[in-house]
């Protein structure tokens, strides 16, 4: 366990720690994305926030492995169950820098919160808020001072993504 580390500015939530599992201190993890491609899967350590109001914790993973939807890990410094019930309800951060890279094309959503987004014509529609998933497609909610456009985040209708600059091209109509 780490103590006097400095907190990294860029953690991004990646899950939570949903139980103990077994005996020997390991916990169950939720991971926010699907486990078997879940961020969390390369991590060497993690930043755990427990309670309300708690300071991030680094904490190394000496063990981790799938078990269904979610993912079971050893923690070092947590030795039993009840240590492990103890983390219950953590929600566990990585820093984005330990992201692994991604291939051309793909993004890593928390890298679309920000950027602005404009028409092909240079219609401005405002910023990314959240990216959402409604299950078939990932949406952009995208919000300015007046209105949020809902856009669906697909080839069809996005030209294009230049993280640099933090704007997204697309093509899309207010009315639509």
């Given at each position: 366990m780490q103590s006097?580390?400095?907190?990294?500015?860029?953690?991004?939530?990646?899950?939570?720690?949903?139980?103990?599992?077994g005996l020997g201190g390991w916990v169950k993890i939720a991971p926010h994305e699907a486990?078997?491609?879940?961020?969390?899967r390369t991590a060497l350590s993690c930043w755990l926030v427990t309670g309300i109001g708690a300071q991030p914790r680094r904490r190394l993973i000496t063990q981790q492995r799938l078990q269904g939807v979610a993912l079971v890990a050893q923690i070092d410094g947590c030795a039993d169950r009840d240590a492990a019930?103890?983390?219950?309800?953590?929600a566990v951060f990585l820093s984005r820098a330990d992201f692994?890279?991604?291939?051309?094309?793909?993004y890593y959503w928390v890298d679309l919160i920000g950027c602005a987004v404009v028409s092909a014509d240079g219609t401005a529609f405002g910023t990314v808020a959240a990216v959402e998933d409604f299950g078939a497609d990932p949406v952009l909610r995208v919000v300015d001072a007046a209105l949020e456009t809902l856009i669906p985040f697909v080839a069809a209708h996005v030209v294009s993504v230049e993280l640099e600059s933090r704007r997204i091209v697309v093509d899309w109509q207010r009315d639509y």
């Amino acid at each position: 366990m780490q103590s006097n580390e400095a907190v990294p500015a860029d953690l991004v939530e990646v899950g939570r720690i949903a139980d103990a599992y077994g005996l020997g201190g390991w916990v169950k993890i939720a991971p926010h994305e699907a486990a078997p491609g879940s961020v969390l899967r390369t991590a060497l350590s993690c930043w755990l926030v427990t309670g309300i109001g708690a300071q991030p914790r680094r904490r190394l993973i000496t063990q981790q492995r799938l078990q269904g939807v979610a993912l079971v890990a050893q923690i070092d410094g947590c030795a039993d169950r009840d240590a492990a019930l103890a983390l219950k309800g953590s929600a566990v951060f990585l820093s984005r820098a330990d992201f692994p890279a991604t291939a051309p094309d793909e993004y890593y959503w928390v890298d679309l919160i920000g950027c602005a987004v404009v028409s092909a014509d240079g219609t401005a529609f405002g910023t990314v808020a959240a990216v959402e998933d409604f299950g078939a497609d990932p949406v952009l909610r995208v919000v300015d001072a007046a209105l949020e456009t809902l856009i669906p985040f697909v080839a069809a209708h996005v030209v294009s993504v230049e993280l640099e600059s933090r704007r997204i091209v697309v093509d899309w109509q207010r009315d639509y």
